[in-house]
């Protein structure tokens, strides 16, 4: 029998890519080099990568502000949701009187047993809201101990308010040191 040498060749290559398929799978090698299960992982990683949504960061922004800033002219900025804006009414709410603005109400949301944690000097608000109300005078009180603090020519005031009570605040309290923007209101 006679064997034609070009078709050793072929034969011979042959075999050869086989032996080298059935190495690579015994090896446990894919495409490249690379170990066929580091391979088969990265494509799973990337397949739930794609099919997971992006981490949330909460950012404290409060909803809705750009709206409220246009209808009512008031800037509402951050908050820990505890503090909420309010159509006026009922009772127990947080009133914000202005030069600039139609009253403005807050509600505080929280649990009626909340209490404030940190030090008995300065203790970290169960609700706060922070903002920008120009020329504010007066500011209600609810039933919870509740601070104001308000821009002045030198900086900032806090207005310790008492319960349940309207409060000079801003121009209301030194008629001589100019209008006062609302900045922040927190409820103990």
Known sequence: MQIRRGTLIRTGGAALGVLAVLLAITLGTGTAGKPADAEEGSLVRQAAASENPPHLV??????????????????????NGQLLLVDCGPAGLIEVLSNDVSKICFDYIGPDDATSVG??????????????????????????SSRARLTTPEGTKTYYLESG????????????????ALLRISVY
């Open 119 to 144: 030090s008995s000097k300065d203790p970290d608000p169960v609700a706060w809201l922070t903002m920008e109300i120009p020329s504010v005078f007066l500011i209600k009180a609810s039933d919870r």
């Open 58 to 79: 909460e950012d404290f922004s409060y909803p809705g502000a750009e709206r409220i800033l246009a209808e009512r002219g008031v800037k509402l900025i951050k908050g």
């Open 165 to 180: 009570k309207w409060n000079s605040v801003g121009e209301g309290a030194d008629p001589d040191g100019g209008p006062q």
